[in-house]
């Protein structure tokens, strides 16, 4: 099987050579295979944005390789990169375009790395495709296509950004926090609606989580990131029987550390 995505040797130091040089991902070696779902998780500071933007190109890489689908992409820019790897953030307001309507917001990712040309119509040819899309959200947005996406709640807007995300089967999503920002019930929504897409669509996917109980209960796979080395690497059985106080073992013994940070504590 090739991967879909191959870090060699990833390093990113912050203000190289100065007094505040922050050498935050410390020779990153990881290989995602078609198929996993990957929860990342880690205290503050423990690079998993950092790694993230590098996979997307939003942040350069000097030391390191980066593949996709076996094709070198470590100087690749974002734009490039966001023809196959689409990301979904944390903020609802960053995923969708807040002054057009639903649909246009869809139309828009039907054209996903190709040039938008200065219309924003929708073909109605398109309108039950999206129709048929947004119901699978069971969120009644099917009947809400030509509502402003300003006026929709965050837990709405970030299930239309998700499905923006996977509208073109992208080879890889990277989700970072994608519901941090929402309440418990509609978080667990917009976890469960991910989860149904990724296995739909049989997608390659990264979430950043801070959640430990998110990073437990979803995905095939669970990486820990402690001061920029991935510190726990479990998939398959292994991870599925993993209970909350077993990874903090595990992550103690690995990193020679107690775990301690109180945002990863929080929500177990
Ligand atoms: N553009 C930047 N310039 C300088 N330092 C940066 C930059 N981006 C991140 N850092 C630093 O790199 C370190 C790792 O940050 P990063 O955001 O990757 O951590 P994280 O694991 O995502 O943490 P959190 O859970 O708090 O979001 C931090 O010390 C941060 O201050």
Redesign the pocket.
């Known amino acids: 099987m090739n991967p879909v995505l191959s870090i060699e040797n990833l390093h990113q130091v912050?203000?190289e050579g100065t007094n505040n040089e922050?050498h935050?991902l410390k020779g990153i070696d990881l290989t995602i295979n078609p198929g996993e779902f990957i929860t990342i998780i880690?205290?503050?500071?423990?690079?998993?944005?950092?790694?993230l933007?590098s996979i997307a190109g939003a942040?350069p890489t000097k030391t390191g390789k980066i593949q996709l689908n076996g094709k070198d992409i470590t100087k690749q820019s974002v734009i490039k990169r966001a023809k196959s790897i689409s990301r979904v953030f944390q903020d609802p307001k960053l995923g969708t375009a807040v002054r057009l309507t639903v649909e246009e917001n869809l139309a828009l990712a039907l054209k996903r790395g190709q040039s938008r040309g200065f219309g924003l119509a929708v073909k109605s040819a398109n309108r039950p495709f999206f129709k048929e899309q947004l119901k699978t959200l069971n969120l009644g947005l099917e009947d809400r296509l030509t509502a402003e996406v300003g006026l929709l709640s965050g837990g709405q807007r970030q299930a239309i950004t998700l499905l923006m995300a996977t509208l073109q089967r992208p080879d890889l999503i990277l989700l970072d926090?994608h519901t941090a920002a929402l309440d418990p019930k509609t978080s667990k929504t917009v976890m469960d609606l991910t989860e149904k897409l990724i296995d739909e669509q049989q997608l390659t996917a990264f979430m950043?989580t801070?959640d430990m109980e998110n990073a437990l209960q979803y995905g095939t796979r669970l990486i820990m990131?402690h001061q920029g080395r991935i510190v726990v690497d479990l998939s398959g059985k292994e991870k599925e029987n993993l209970t909350v106080g077993q990874l903090m073992d595990l992550f103690q013994q690995n990193s020679g550390t107690k775990l301690k940070d109180d945002?990863l504590l929080l929500n177990t």
């Not at 880690?42 to 790694?51: F, P, V």
């Open positions: 912050f203000e922050n935050v880690g205290g503050n500071g423990a690079g998993k944005s950092t790694l933007n942040l926090e950043v801070h990131l945002q």
